[in-house]
């Protein structure tokens, strides 16, 4: 968790303090200015007093900074008996329009500012609706997952994950559209709202995926046709998933993989690759799948074991010298003993970042999974 930012009155009161600072600085160069010979003129340096509030303040108080120096450089002259002198009318007359310079500049930055509120608005609003968030408790499950997304600004991406409850247990889905960024949003709530529609129902977990396979490929094949009438390149569009149904009861979770990652099983300090025997072609590509074509592997998930569910940007991620993040090595010596999920994808987040010295660079959602006694 990041340092939470200044509350309301805070900001208020450091905002009033900081007014002081051109305050003071107009008053110094005014004072240092009539004492000073009367060849010396620091009147010019009064610009510096509406350029300093533009960095803290809006319009209005820069407005009023920027009137204040000219009223002072005004005050100046007649102190100085310069009034009507040609330097002092250039001087007062750049002051002022660099001064009217500084205001248009500063509205402008602070529509911009809000413009891009009302996007992060939008944004959260739309992560809400597509991305719901996780419970943390299902059952016997405790569930934890966070989602990074590569797009600067951006709170989604092509990335997701879900959840669904079921009589017999919960079941997951994480996947990866192929592309990145906010042009996936489409095909990645294509997937989502298939899986919400269908995951509930009690029908075996191939029956699932042979749906979530119809669902997207009619979805892609609709978005597809609208784009190439639009002359847009669609290019090769489909979607990688990862579909997990753990029961209540019974030490067992059931797996079909689509084209994605392997999940990661940590069992008693070692993490394991959760490999099936057979891995079916990534959703969306139109292959005319049945449910026969979906081989269920089954695995072990015993009370304190940890499942990870994972994207490829968190595998793929490349440090400086181009090695790739070792995933398997980093769980074991970041999980400990019994480490709660949470706890678990903060550390990988931490440790994470640290391996690529900043941000993530492609789109990265995790989601981790313990079975309680």
Same mark, same amino acid.
């Not at 079909?256 to 959760?274: D, K, Q, S, Y």
């Given at each position: 968790?990041?340092e939470r930012a200044?509350?309301?009155?805070v900001r208020v009161?450091?905002?009033?303090?900081?007014?002081?600072l051109?305050?003071?600085l107009?008053?110094?160069?005014?004072?240092t200015?009539?004492?000073?010979?009367a060849?010396?003129?620091?009147g010019p340096l009064l610009?510096?007093?509406?350029a300093?509030?533009a960095s803290f303040?809006?319009?209005?108080t820069?407005?009023?900074?920027?009137?204040l120096?000219?009223?002072?450089?005004?005050?100046?002259?007649?102190?100085?008996?310069?009034?009507t002198t040609?330097?002092?009318?250039v001087?007062?007359?750049?002051?002022?329009a660099?001064?009217?310079?500084?205001?248009?500049?500063?509205?402008?930055?602070?529509r911009?500012?809000?413009?891009?509120q009302?996007a992060?608005?939008?944004?959260e609003a739309t992560?809400?609706?597509l991305?719901r968030p996780?419970p943390?408790r299902a059952g016997?499950?405790r569930?934890a997952?966070?989602?990074?997304?590569a797009?600067v600004g951006?709170r989604?991406?092509?990335?997701?994950?879900?959840?669904a409850?079921?009589q017999h247990?919960?079941r %997951?889905?994480i996947?990866d559209?192929?592309?990145k960024g906010?042009?996936?949003? =489409?095909? &990645?709530? #294509? !997937?989502? *709202?298939?899986f919400?529609a269908?995951?509930?129902r009690?029908?075996?977990l191939?029956?699932l995926?042979?749906?979530?396979?119809?669902?997207?490929?009619?979805?892609?094949?609709?978005v597809?046709?609208s784009?190439e009438?639009?002359?847009?390149d669609i290019?090769?569009?489909?979607?990688?998933?990862a579909i997990?149904?753990?029961?209540?009861d019974?030490?067992?979770?059931? %797996?079909?993989n689509c084209g994605?990652?392997?999940?990661?099983l940590?069992h008693? =300090?070692r &993490?394991? #690759? !959760?490999? *099936?025997a057979?891995q079916?072609?990534?959703l969306?590509?139109?292959?005319?799948l049945?449910v026969?074509?979906?081989?269920v592997?089954?695995?072990l998930?015993?009370?304190?074991?940890?499942?990870?569910?994972y994207?490829?940007?968190?595998?793929?991620?490349?440090?400086?010298?181009?090695?790739f993040y070792?995933?398997q090595?980093?769980?074991?010596a970041?999980a400990g003993?019994?480490v709660?999920?949470?706890?678990?994808?903060?550390r990988?987040?931490?440790?994470l970042?640290q391996?690529l010295?900043g941000?993530v660079?492609d789109?990265?959602?995790m989601?981790a999974?313990?079975?309680c006694?």
């Amino acid at each position: 968790m990041g340092e939470r930012a200044p509350s309301g009155p805070v900001r208020v009161r450091a905002g009033r303090l900081l007014i002081l600072l051109p305050i003071g600085l107009i008053v110094l160069i005014a004072v240092t200015d009539i004492l000073a010979p009367a060849d010396i003129h620091l009147g010019p340096l009064l610009v510096v007093a509406p350029a300093i509030t533009a960095s803290f303040a809006g319009p209005r108080t820069t407005a009023a900074i920027g009137c204040l120096a000219v009223a002072t450089l005004v005050s100046i002259g007649i102190a100085r008996g310069v009034i009507t002198t040609e330097n002092l009318e250039v001087q007062i007359a750049s002051l002022i329009a660099i001064g009217a310079f500084i205001v248009v500049f500063v509205r402008l930055q602070e529509r911009r500012s809000l413009e891009l509120q009302r996007a992060r608005t939008v944004s959260e609003a739309t992560q809400r609706v597509l991305l719901r968030p996780l419970p943390t408790r299902a059952g016997p499950l405790r569930i934890a997952s966070e989602y990074h997304a590569a797009t600067v600004g951006a709170r989604i991406g092509g990335d997701l994950y879900a959840a669904a409850r079921t009589q017999h247990g919960t079941r %997951l889905v994480i996947g990866d559209v192929r592309g990145k960024g906010l042009e996936t949003l =489409g095909d &990645a709530a #294509l !997937l989502l *709202g298939a899986f919400h529609a269908a995951a509930h129902r009690q029908s075996p977990l191939p029956e699932l995926a042979a749906s979530l396979e119809d669902s997207v490929s009619w979805g892609l094949a609709e978005v597809a046709a609208s784009d190439e009438a639009a002359g847009v390149d669609i290019g090769e569009r489909f979607v990688t998933a990862a579909i997990v149904d753990i029961l209540d009861d019974g030490p067992q979770l059931q %797996l079909i993989n689509c084209g994605h990652p392997p999940p990661l099983l940590l069992h008693e =300090g070692r &993490a394991v #690759l !959760l490999e *099936g025997a057979q891995q079916c072609p990534p959703l969306g590509l139109g292959l005319g799948l049945d449910v026969t074509d979906y081989a269920v592997a089954d695995f072990l998930f015993a009370p304190g074991d940890l499942l990870l569910l994972y994207t490829d940007g968190l595998i793929e991620a490349r440090d400086g010298d181009g090695r790739f993040y070792p995933l398997q090595e980093r769980v074991e010596a970041l999980a400990g003993d019994h480490v709660a999920p949470a706890e678990l994808l903060r550390r990988l987040t931490d440790d994470l970042q640290q391996h690529l010295g900043g941000p993530v660079q492609d789109d990265t959602a995790m989601i981790a999974v313990t079975r309680c006694d």
